[in-house]
């Protein structure tokens, strides 16, 4: 579970899709780190990530972890966005898991996440649905 803190520092990545663009190599870093890995470059601008992708590979956990329960089956995936850029979200509004596919056309949508008690924090993020529904 995240901390309020935590939660607090990664808000731009995690609710604006923010990414970082390293000014001597164009890559797209998400989330945002110091150091390219390309080129080394310490210089990136704000870059905002498209909501469109498609599902690359996907799992579904049947026994998840605190906090997730009642989410369960909790289908995740690696989701390829419009420019390239990967990331792992949970996929929503799925009642069948084996309706899911690779290569399934998705689109990033804000929804909670999960939650840290009837009084602590709710934690909200991008979760991918089929893309038209």
């Not at 970082?20 to 990136?44: D, M, N, Q, W």
């Not at 929804?111 to 909200?124: C, L, N, Q, T």
Request: hydrophobic share 40%; charged share 25%.
């Amino acid at each position: 579970m995240f901390s309020p803190a935590r939660a607090w520092r990664e808000y731009p990545q995690r609710y604006r899709l923010e990414a970082a663009k390293c000014t001597e190599c164009s890559k797209i870093l998400y989330p945002p780190r110091l150091v390219c890995p390309a080129c080394g470059g310490r210089t990136f601008t704000p870059e905002i990530l498209p909501r469109e992708g498609k599902v690359v590979t996907f799992t579904v956990i049947r026994v998840p972890p605190a906090g997730f329960t009642e989410q369960t089956p909790l289908p995740l995936a690696l989701v390829e966005l419009a420019n390239g850029v990967r990331l792992m979200v949970q996929i929503g509004d799925v009642e069948n898991p084996e309706t899911l596919e690779i290569g399934m056309p998705v689109r990033l949508e804000f929804r909670r996440i999960s939650w840290d008690g009837e009084a602590g924090v709710i934690f909200y993020g991008h979760k991918a649905v089929r893309a038209g529904s």
